[in-house]
């Protein structure tokens, strides 16, 4: 049962043969079991589970079910959940009970999905570890020793390690994509505005998305018929025609164009990776795509322009901790202005506080031109070198990262070196286009154990997921990366 | 360029963000590693390039004038750290 992906889960769930109360029962019970050695959750609250999943069967015998009715899932602790704990991995949000639902949970709640659980995250989304959590790191559950990525690593881990069998995620900078990757699961970011922001707590809002992860390109795709849709109270959010994203999955791939950027295979990419990518690519030849080098001459060049956009972005979102509505407050203060850099110095983890100091620094008086317009400068022609290269092909393909999961605590004392890990995915977030990760094999043997999972990074052109998902389902259709899961 | 330990005590004052003495030192070393990174960005041509701050060029949205949040004052106070009479209680600014 718990192999099952959403599609399987919702047939069994429509048959009787099991219902809501029971399959949340077992994912609870497994939880209970592992979450202690993986920590993919900052909360599990049984009760609130429990009454949820009633209210499902509840519909169910109504004849009120939809789809998804009773599927459990798990959700990111970036979603304002209400009544409860929303931390977003953060101290400065330890006694946060959310008082409202962000439009995602909303969204999830009609369709009946079932809450397993918060999980674990990077502090404030700002990270590509999970060390940065103030709940302690998360485990990749495919070896213990080995980060799950981040900064959606609790989604990743608990999808992987099948703690659920599916989990709401974000990603600014390839935060759904390369724990997905790293993690050996599917995830989808969708084209920036697509899945409402309200009641996502912000970091840099020009590229903060929502999505899901999963077992399959197909539960991506039926989870997103879930998360995406017009929300008034995101400015950013567009007015498009409802979307099914599952449409296409069953559309044959032959004389599909895919692109592979050379930049994405060039010096840093390591050789297992690389392996592994290429093997997947001679797949997608077999089912009739063809292949054409494209150029993404500038992607160097979105590290140090996504560093400056999103701490600007996260320095502005993040002024709004300030001890005073919700949140933390310092025991003791002389003043008002003592209050607010005591609470904040207590609230946020060193991550946190060093992207504020930047974005600080980048916005203040005289370095907003050298800096800021700067970095936006250059995130138009990086949007523009993706144009450019769709006008050769339909996908383009490469790696999620250049390396398979690092271990826990080998950069965690470096973050420019664990900047570096983004180089793939920061463009998908600064052009705004969608991007999604799907397991394609594994690494080579590290410290004499079985090698790490490698995730094949697809990205679209705007609005082409259901493009995309169709690409993923296919390859999925002739190879069981996506069926294996960690002996644990 | 390179932040002195000046820079970054001006930088944690405009962000209202305690740095101890203690903790100066190495957070000046760690933002200058990542302005390091982001320096490689300054020497390129960007002249003649729109800046783009969005990735959809959609404009702001006008909604009608109705007033439409509900009353929550309760429920979001219940989590405040202080309040009084329904008011959010700092301290005193004017004296």
Same mark, same amino acid.
């Given at each position: 049962m718990l192999n099952n992906t959403l599609k399987q889960l919702s047939a069994r769930l429509a048959a009787k043969e099991v219902s809501a109360v029971e399959l949340a029962t077992e994912y609870l019970a497994r939880i209970e079991l592992l979450n202690p050695r993986l920590n993919a959750f900052i909360t599990v609250d049984r009760e609130k589970t429990l009454a949820e999943a009633q209210t499902a069967d509840a519909l169910r015998a109504a004849g009120n079910a939809g789809l998804l009715t009773g599927v459990p899932l798990a959700h990111k602790d970036i979603f304002c959940q209400q009544g409860w704990k929303t931390s977003c991995g953060s101290k400065m949000l330890d006694n946060f009970i959310s008082p409202y639902d962000a439009h995602i949970i909303e969204q999830c709640r009609k369709a009946g999905l079932v809450t397993l659980g918060r999980a674990n995250m990077d502090e404030f989304a700002?990270? &590509? &570890?999970?060390?940065?959590s103030a709940y302690g790191p998360v485990r990749n559950p495919? +070896?213990?020793?080995a980060i799950p990525g981040g900064s959606s690593g609790g989604s990743a881990a608990a999808v992987a390690a099948r703690l659920a069998p599916a989990a709401t995620a974000t990603d600014t900078g390839g935060s759904i994509r390369q724990p997905a990757a790293f993690c050996g699961v599917t995830g989808i970011k969708p084209t920036y505005g697509v899945v409402s922001r309200f009641g996502m707590v912000a970091f840099a809002s020009s590229l903060d998305q929502g999505g899901p992860i999963a077992t399959t390109a197909e539960d991506c795709a039926l989870l997103l018929n879930v998360m995406a849709g017009y929300d008034e109270r995101d400015s950013t959010s567009l007015e498009r025609t409802k979307e099914d994203y599952t449409r296409d999955l069953a559309q044959p791939l032959t004389g599909l164009k895919i692109g592979l950027p050379k930049e994405y295979f060039a010096e840093g990419l390591a050789a297992d990776v690389a392996q592994a990518i290429e093997a997947a690519i001679a797949e997608y030849k077999k089912l009739g795509a063809e292949v054409v080098e494209v150029s993404l001459p500038n992607t160097k060049l979105a590290i140090p322009s996504y560093y400056v956009i999103a701490p600007a972005e996260a320095s502005s979102n993040l002024s709004r901790f300030d001890g005073v509505r919700y949140g933390h407050r310092a025991a003791e203060y002389s003043g008002l202005a003592d209050m607010y850099e005591k609470s904040r110095a207590e609230g946020f983890g060193w991550e946190v506080k060093r992207r504020i100091l930047t974005g600080t620094y980048v916005l203040s008086h005289g370095y907003y031109d050298a800096y800021y317009l700067q970095a936006q400068k250059i995130r138009r022609i990086i949007a523009d070198d993706f144009q450019k290269a769709f006008a050769q092909c339909d996908v383009i393909m490469g790696p999620v990262a250049p390396t398979t999961a690092w271990n826990l605590?080998?950069? &965690? +004392? +470096?973050p420019v070196a664990m900047y570096l890990e983004d180089i793939y995915t920061l463009g998908v977030n600064l052009a705004g286009l969608p991007g999604m990760s799907v397991p394609v094999g594994f690494g080579k043997s590290v410290d004499g154990k079985a090698g790490r999972p490698v995730g094949l990074q697809i990205i679209g052109n705007y609005f082409s997921e259901a493009k995309m998902l169709n690409v993923a389902h296919q390859l999925q259709q002739v190879t069981d990366w996506h069926t294996r899961a960690p002996a644990l | 360029m390179s932040l002195s330990l000046d820079d970054v005590r001006r930088i944690a004052k405009l962000a209202r963000i305690g740095v101890t003495d203690d903790e100066l030192a190495a957070t000046q070393l760690q933002l200058n590693r990542i302005f390091g990174l982001i320096e490689?960005?300054?020497?390129?041509?960007?002249?003649g390039i729109e800046p783009m701050a969005h990735a959809q060029d959609v404009g702001l949205r006008l909604r009608a004038d109705e007033a439409t949040a509900p009353d929550r004052r309760a429920a979001f106070q219940a989590i405040a750290p202080a309040v009084e009479a329904g008011l959010y209680l700092v301290p005193k600014v004017i004296e």
């Open positions: 700002m990270g &590509s &570890s999970n060390e940065n495919w +070896d213990v020793n605590g080998e950069k &965690s +004392d +470096d | 490689e960005m300054r020497a390129v041509d960007t002249s």
